[in-house]
């Protein structure tokens, strides 16, 4: 699925698969009991986008779940979920380290821009990071 950006108005995510099984390129991860791309996929003729999802804070049934296309603890879920799941603990866990285990303030926009503040102060923080190293190898060289 490709991301076609927030829609502002409707607060809401916008996703479509863009047929892309159509364009001759492999998947990324590859089921062996499906036929690439599927017959049976209602979205190949008569949708210019494909298969579209619109995304607002909750789904259709109104979980908040994550969006998966590959089935839990399959082979494919194992290679690619331990990278996701570091990167996202790290993140938690410099967040909880500047106080932030639960939200200073209320509402979902100011809730949001205080995240985006602390993700900006934490990739700078980084980047202060590898300066540093990178200054103290070239002085030790």
């Given at each position: 699925?490709?991301?076609?950006?927030?829609?502002?108005?409707?607060h809401r995510h916008k996703w479509a698969c863009d047929r892309a099984c159509l364009l001759g390129k492999d998947p990324q991860v590859k089921l062996?009991?499906?036929?690439?791309?599927?017959?049976?996929?209602?979205?190949?003729?008569?949708?210019?986008?494909g298969r579209v999802?619109?995304?607002g804070e909750r789904f259709a049934d109104a979980s908040i779940r994550l969006v998966r296309?590959?089935?839990?603890r399959s082979s494919a879920w194992k290679s690619l979920y331990p990278r996701a799941r570091n990167a996202v603990e790290g993140r938690n866990a410099t967040f909880e380290g500047w106080g932030f285990k639960r939200m200073s303030v209320f509402g979902m926009?100011?809730?949001?821009?205080?995240?985006?503040?602390?993700?900006?102060?934490d990739t700078l923080s980084t980047l202060a990071r590898?300066?540093?190293e990178a200054t103290l190898a070239s002085l030790l060289t």
């Open positions: 699925m490709n991301s076609y950006g927030f829609d502002r108005e409707r062996a009991q499906v036929v690439y791309p599927p017959p049976e996929c209602p979205y190949l003729a008569n949708a210019p986008h999802i619109n995304v296309d590959i089935p839990m926009l100011r809730s949001k821009a205080l995240l985006f503040l602390a993700d900006a102060l590898l300066v540093r």
